[in-house]
């Protein structure tokens, strides 16, 4: 371990170019505020040496696109990363969300001045665990970014070369899908390649321990209609005739699953890449908090039971997102619903393909009895068919795992190991889904760095990252940039 | 069959009649509007000769009772209706809903003049068909009341003397499921005691012909929550581990039927009073409609298939009147729900008591391994139990049937025969529900006589009554007290 000491002069620094940024308003919805966000990194990038341009998309939600070249590498690391935000409710936030603010969690008092977060010359960096930065995108994932980027000007400082190239994309529009990365990475393959996709996004681990994520899960969305009539009729009059599509959408539901929480589509498992010994046994190092987490959400027993959460995160799922049908509470009333709606999401992960489970679910409802179909029926259709099915498929994107084994996860973990010690989490894959197949399918393994607080309300009202992760966040960086050498070294 | 000839005066009278009534705003949730439709009942009551008095309730919403006894008489019949009406949503109303208005179906030009109906002295009542009177109660139920109300003045116009004595009991507050009316028929037992009870409202069978019930269903009303968390969590992050309620619930409902559309229940079907074979005889005369109603609403099969629309509704049902659990549509999102809620309604037949049915409930719930709780749980509960139901009673009481055989449900039979002719609708029970039970339980026979035309909108806006229908009405309830004194014969 050498964590270096930090002023708090420079802390000081480093929380005013996060708050600088924090302040632009970056509604995904709003493409001129993502052009702002855009322009502004564009401007800071440049005084920090990156060369950088603005990637116009047909969304006129531009990527930013940045370059540090070093004359002797071989090697080149991509940071990518996301400044668009979920809109804000204002209403719910104890603060602006555009106007960042240090708080005490739940406390309304502010920290007006940096400089008494520590009296002497040294920050205390565990004291700085009690302070939170609150901003809409703070945690996600602004944060990162600007840890990636003052980290240079700290290596620049230190007088440490750069032994890589290291290149900057920063989505504007991860929140809605990110649509127009994929044409973007085909059209600008060469300039965006590389040989080690860094994700500078995310959650850290709920132990808080230091966390590097060797892969993500996919997804595949879909939705499935119960259609029995045209309308509700009254339960009274036509009770036992019209089939009730809430009983049929529940009887299909729970077709799905196994008592034991596990999948019942035919095949559903089959592709799976089952982990390593190396990869089990880095999960069974992760600290266990089932129990913690239990207590907090107020949760009985596991879906799955006998298994880790860190287990059940490397499985895949099948998920019901929602279900409606008719009334419920004060709307209640006496009808039999025509019509059942419900949301799934199955995670995927590694080897598991998108569109072939789609058509394993389509087959497992055919083999039913059901007719699936994928528009919504005519009144002729209802009539003559007896079980109707509808269903859509939303997103759908396969999941990534880099190889622990790899030269380049044994870079990353390293370099983090080199500044907190051994007590670093390492995922073979995280629960969550990002779309770095994209990434993968160019042949680039892709690494995720989570740098915020696990409780940092990502997505919600009172978003907002802690000063001690914060600062992890750049000396990770720092830490990756000064081992770059490593890069090249196979003997990992 | 003794069809008397309506004159057009006559005819324009009887409209009148109903209009003025139905010009009273009646939202059962305003009591003072409850009571100016009752004082006006009593005015136009006494006006008829009929000895009337308000009846005040705990919930203020007052009764109307009228008395018209005959000198001789040795039988009572009590006719029991109700003048309250649902809240209208006066925007999809074509017309006010309480400026009665006659149209054509979807027609908006008025019929101003009545007279022109009928070119002649006598009344066309099958060209009357194609005109509706619309106004909110007008078909649920003030057409049976007014009608009941002046086939008296129209007996005593054809000099005829009533044989029995006739109570009138008009309920201000049906639509809420009448608090009030156990209470006011136990403590004036006397005053309302009868030979036999006419339940005058509801919609005729959907062939259009006259109709009798002899019965109706009870109910048994209950919603049902599963617990899984106090929170809904991340799909990607808790996938697998977060069990999903949703889930649990559609294996819970799943439970509950056969596929055949049978209750799975245990014991469900045990005490049912089978019909007797007169009765399953009557059914089978009975128009079948289930073609026409597949085409009407688009429906495929029957949920239980192989049998009848009238058998169906002669079984109980288990509805899920909805479910709702998570977010579907544009609201969805990646979470895995910890709250599903579903309602439910049991349609009761005769032999079932409500309560029983729902101890069965529940022992079904509990011997699929549920804890059954009829509060919502604790943090405490929730982390200790493995699958938790809430659930909620809300209405029940049970079905009344009267036997065909019967000395009242021969005199109502041959009544509405007379009229119509041997085209009579005569059903051992109908599909609803009516709290009629509290008659029963009194040890009086109940009947239902249904005058509104199928298609009458009740409960929601452009409720209407066919001009025919309501002469029909009047022309059933007259022949009733015409034939009165056959309510003293038993040789039926």
Known sequence: MSTEVVTNVKLKKWVEELVDFARIPNNVYDSSQIRENAMYLKRIMEEKGI?????????????????????????????????????????????????????????DTLIEKLEDLSEGREVDKKALSKYRLFARSIADSKNSIIASLVALDYLREKGIELAVNVKFLFDGEEEVESPSLKDCLNKYKEKFKSDLVISASGETHQSGLPTVELGFRGILQFNIRVVTGLVDLHSGHFGNFLPNAAFQMATL????????????????????????????????????VEEELKDRFGISGAEIKGRSLQELIH?????????????????????????????FDVRLVK????????????????????SVMEYFPTMQEIKDLDKIVVIEKKAGFPATRTSLESTTAQYVIRSVKEVFGEDVVVMPSEGGSLPL??????????????????????????????????????????????NSINLNNTSY
């Open 253 to 288: 539901i729970a077709s799905m699953k196994h008592d034991n929480g596990m999948i019942a589509i035919k095949g559903f498992y089959d592709n799976v890449v089952p982990l390593s010994d190396t990869e089990r046994s880095i999960i069974n190092k992760i600290p266990r």
């Open 351 to 370: 080897g598991m393909d998108p569109e072939h489970i789609y058509q394993l679910l389509k087959s497992h409802i055919m083999n039913q009895g059901w």
């Open 315 to 343: 499985l895949p799922t099948l998920n019901v997102r929602g279900i409606s049908a008719g009334y419920v509470g004060d709307e209640a009333r006496n009808i039999i619903p025509s019509l059942a709606s419900a949301e």
């Open 437 to 482: 197949y994209l990434f993968e399918e160019l042949n680039t393994p892709v690494i995720g760095l989570p740098t915020s607080n696990y409780d940092c309300n990502q997505h919600t009202h009172n978003e907002n990252v802690r000063l001690d992760f914060y600062v992890r966040a750049i000396e990770t960086y720092y830490s990756l940039y000064r």
């Open 51 to 107: 060369h950088t341009e603005i990637i116009e998309t047909p969304t006129n939600r531009p990527l930013v696109y940045g370059e540090m070249m070093s004359p002797n590498a071989t090697k080149t690391i991509l940071i990518y990363s996301h400044f668009d935000g979920v809109p804000v409710e204002t209403e719910n936030w104890i603060s602006d969300p555009y106007t960042p603010t240090i708080r005490e969690l739940l406390s």
